[in-house]
């Protein structure tokens, strides 16, 4: 699911319930498609494709007009997680 529902605490006097849809999870790990068995050949086409879903994806968070929400939340402040 990549809508997460959280209780998030920057500080003791700035608490906020947030929802947010989801790109990763903090984490101290490196996530994404792991291209390492294909060719060179193979890895450039792959890594083409990739970068026409993210520029699609891109302009159509800029035409929902969401372009300046994203976020990234410290794991540690987050509690009451839901999704």
Do not use: C, H
């Amino acid at each position: 699911m990549r809508v997460k529902r959280f209780t998030y605490t920057k500080s003791q006097d700035n608490v906020s319930k947030r929802v947010v849809w989801s790109l990763s999870m903090p984490s101290d790990k490196l996530f994404g498609i792991d291209l390492s068995e294909f060719s060179p050949s193979e890895q450039a086409d792959y890594i083409a494709e990739l970068d026409k879903l993210w520029e699609e994806f891109s302009l159509g968070i800029v035409d929902l007009g969401l372009k300046y929400n994203y976020r990234l939340f410290n794991n540690n402040k987050i509690s009451d997680l839901v999704g």
